[in-house]
């Protein structure tokens, strides 16, 4: 292999090439991100960034010189528009092409949007998006609406909060986070917004959004209508597939791999954009967390450079959010649960640490401000602990 | 050449995910603060802290040549 692609110029197309210059390959690597800047961090974009509390200098995941120090070759601003899997010859937006030995996929994902947007309608995935957020909420507004109470939403509402402005935060659901925590760990992020003034409505939809130019309300479901000036947006993401179109690989939601990350011969992928089988939960699964597409990342690149020696990629997945003064972290798959217990701390503090079951084994720990055990329950997760000897574990 | 380990502690959230990879060099104690056992580890240890480095979700960990 003399050369490769990296397609997407973020944290997982950065840590690819980090990795495959550190297991010694010296030949050419191409960087090519669709933005304009060099791979940045996104986290901080709805916490520091938005809170006025960073300058955005703050974000940059690495510099210049240590792009070039890494000996690669970055076209920022340059999309990837198709990728023949044969020749492995990926087409630009410029009308180069570029012909190469080995390509990482890395192009993330995108947020999904309600349709053309008014002024003051944002939503949130980019440092120019953050920056155009920090910008209205710098303006004072009477209100913010959030529509949907997902991580990021929930992120928007505490820091908005946290500038003092007012917050209506919507959700179709009726128990916020249910799908990833179940309704009665959902209820307990809920409260702490409504104890910090957010008024929080559940199953209600956003049935329009009213303004000219510039949005001056939203009109829900049940009728009612929020006078707003500034509305941002946090129903989801989409894997960023289009450029793959004509590839012939499985694009459905998400660039199919195998359980060691190769799309197909000489192609991998890692980060948001990813789907693979995941042995240790026996699910296909595409993750949307910072330590999923870096573990992912250096996965991936060793896949490309050693072959399936590597082995597969079947880690924990985790994920944390911050919100007021609370660091919420999550490991593991929660999805179809049967049962979810506290075992250290309570509840009312907001400080304490929950185990998710299911059938006889361990598959979720959610904390509150305990960081440390979570970590020690993923290790149980990861060795596939039975309930019973979760439960009877002292950390 | 010899290097250094610093972490900016008002970064750190004591995930101990540094701790998983480099437990030679960091330590998250029960006391849920993280202690860098060796600020100028051995030679042999850099990988581990370089990937700790990029693994530390809070970019908390920087390394300092000395
Ligand atoms: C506001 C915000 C807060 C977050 N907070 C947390 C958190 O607290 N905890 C957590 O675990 N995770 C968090 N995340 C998620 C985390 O940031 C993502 O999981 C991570 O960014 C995924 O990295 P990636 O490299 O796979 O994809 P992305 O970061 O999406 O990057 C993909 C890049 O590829 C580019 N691209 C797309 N198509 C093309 C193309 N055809 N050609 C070239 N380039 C292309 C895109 O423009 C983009 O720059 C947050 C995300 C956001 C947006
Ligand atoms: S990985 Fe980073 S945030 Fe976590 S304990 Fe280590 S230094 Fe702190």
Known sequence: MDSV????????????????RRDGFEGRIHLVGAERHRPYDRPPLSKQILAGDWETERIWLTSDEAL??????????????????????????TGDALDVDGV??????????????????????????????A???????????????????????????????????IEAAQTPFER?????????????????????????TCEELIGEQNVTGVRLSDGSVIDATVVVVGIGVTPNIEWLVTSGLDITNGVLCDATMLAAPRIVAAGDV?????????????????????????????????GSSVGEYAPV?????????????????????????????????????????????????????????????????????SWSDAMAAQF | MSFKV?????????????MQIAPEVFEVRDDDFLYVLADEPEETQREKVEEAVQRCPKQAIAIAEA
Not at chain 1, 293 to 305: C, E, F, M, N, P
Not at chain 1, 336 to 364: H, M, P, Q, S
Request: glycine share 10%.
């Open chain 1, 5 to 20: 692609a990296v397609i997407g110029a973020s944290l997982a197309g950065l840590r690819a090439i980090e990795t495959l």
């Open chain 1, 68 to 93: 070039s120090d890494l000996g690669c070759e970055p076209l920022f601003g340059v999309s990837a528009v198709a990728l023949d899997p044969e020749t492995l010859q990926v087409d630009l937006s």
């Open chain 1, 104 to 133: 990482v996929i890395a192009t993330g994902a995108r947020t999904r949007t309600l349709g053309d947007p008014l002024g003051g309608v944002f939503t949130l995935r980019t440092v120019d998006d953050a920056q155009s957020i």
């Open chain 1, 135 to 169: 910008a209205a909420f710098d303006q004072g507004p009477d209100r913010v609406v959030v529509i949907g109470a997902g991580f990021i939403g929930a992120e928007v509402a505490s820091t908005a909060r946290e500038r003092g402005i007012a917050v209506t935060m």
């Open chain 1, 180 to 204: 990833s925590l179940g309704t009665e760990m959902g209820a307990v992020i809920v409260d702490m917004h409504r104890d910090q003034g957010v008024d929080v409505r559940v199953g209600v």
């Open chain 1, 274 to 306: 990813a789907r693979w089988p995941n042995r240790l939960f026996d699910e296909v699964m595409r993750v949307e967390h910072w330590d999923n597409a870096t573990g992912q990342a250096v996965h991936a690149a060793k896949r490309l450079l050693h």
């Open chain 1, 317 to 385: 997945p985790w994920f944390w959010t911050d919100q007021y003064d609370r660091k919420i972290q999550l490991a593991g798959r929660t999805t179809g649960f049967d049962e979810v217990i506290v075992v250290e701390g309570a509840v009312e503090d907001r400080r304490f640490a929950a185990l998710y079951r299911k059938a006889d084994r361990l598959v979720g720990v959610l904390g509150f401000n305990r960081p440390r055990h979570v970590m020690r329950y993923r290790g149980l997760i990861e060795s596939r602990t």
């Open chain 2, 6 to 18: 610093v972490v900016d502690y008002d970064l750190c959230e004591s995930n101990a995910i540094c």
